[in-house]
């Protein structure tokens, strides 16, 4: 009787479903029992009135024929339409699997998120207490022992000076270091600013140099600046710039060998300032040179440092706008080329 009824809904056209409304079958297996039934039946009964040959036995005939065409047709446009359903099935079920993973993916995005915010917070709270309780005290000491060289070094034997010089050396590595480690921790923040100002780049370069030749001449290493003194102005961050020529400088003197040559040359170009600071010292084996702008990264033993001066130096040279090279032969030497636009356009 299901059956039956199930025939009827297909015959008036009520499709598609995916199951028989009635005997909950799939539609298609219940349907094409009832049409290899039925159709035998018809046929049947189509021999039975063709031997009968009257008029309304004949159009009784055409009839069953036009019925017999019309299921055949719907039994076809079923089956079609039973594959569309399939594949619909399967596209809802793919899509149904495509969401779950993206689900699974935001949660696991934000989970790395709160990581990250964690992370950032501890971060604020690092560069908080490195700079109230450990920049704070070291410049109180380094203070402390100009005080006390000004006042009375004289006074002291020589143990107690070289006492003194000591501290006042580890006073300033100290200072660096927590300055080096403010500076990486705002540059990861994203929070580096460049206070921009007419700078005359000689006076700003020379200041530098003076400041390092006393190491310079400690490591018997001979400083030869050479500035085309028609280059005068650049817009730029006076403390940055410094920084930068700093670090570079210092490697330079730092990685030399006794007696080595430290070479400074400074052009320029219609819109760009060119620093090349070339030493004959220890230089950089190839394998090294694609990681020595890395954070933390440090490849000579026996030398201190942190391994932070080249990150920092070419994240406040990309925040001027401009560009840090390096060309080193292992052994012979190093040379390091900065270029930086005389202004920076934003
Ligand atoms: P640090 O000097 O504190 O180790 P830097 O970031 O300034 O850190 O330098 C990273 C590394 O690059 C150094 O450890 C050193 O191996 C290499 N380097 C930098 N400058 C020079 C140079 N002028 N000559 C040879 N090696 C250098």
Known sequence: MNDIKCLLVKMTGKRPFNRCKFCERQIQECFGIQFFIIAAAIIGLLIT????????????????????????????????????????VILSQMNKELEDKVKQ??????????????????????????NHELKTPI??????????????????????????????KSGWDMLKLTNNLL????????????????????????????????EAEKRKVNLNVNIDRSITTIFGDSVRLKQVFFNIIDNAIKYSKENG???????????????????????ISKENMGSIFD???RRVAGIKGTGLGLYI??????AHKGNIEVDSEYGKGTTFKITLPKVQVV
């Open 295 to 297: 954070k933390f990264t």
């Open 139 to 168: 410049t109180a000491v380094i203070s402390g022992i100009e005080v006390i060289k000004s006042r009375g070094i004289d006074k002291l034997d020589e143990s107690q000076k070289n006492l003194i010089g000591v501290m006042e």
């Open 261 to 283: 040559n430290v070479d400074i040359k400074v052009t320029d170009s219609d819109k760009h300032i060119i620093l090349e600071v070339k030493d004959s010292g220890i230089g």
């Open 49 to 88: 009135t063709f031997f009968i040959s009257d008029l309304p036995a004949l159009v009784l005939d055409i009839m069953i024929v036009i019925t017999l065409l019309i299921m055949l047709l719907s039994y076809l446009a079923d089956k079609e339409t039973n594959e569309i359903v399939l594949n619909n």
């Open 105 to 130: 993916r935001t949660t696991e995005l934000q989970g790395s998120n709160d990581e990250l915010t964690k992370i950032n917070r501890t971060m604020n709270d690092f560069v908080g207490i490195i």
């Open 313 to 318: 130096t070419r994240s406040f040279v990309e």
């Open 183 to 214: 500076d990486l921790s705002k540059i990861e923040a994203g929070k580096i600013v460049i206070y921009s100002e007419c700078l005359v780049f000689s006076k700003l370069l020379e200041e530098v140099v003076q400041s390092l030749k006393p």
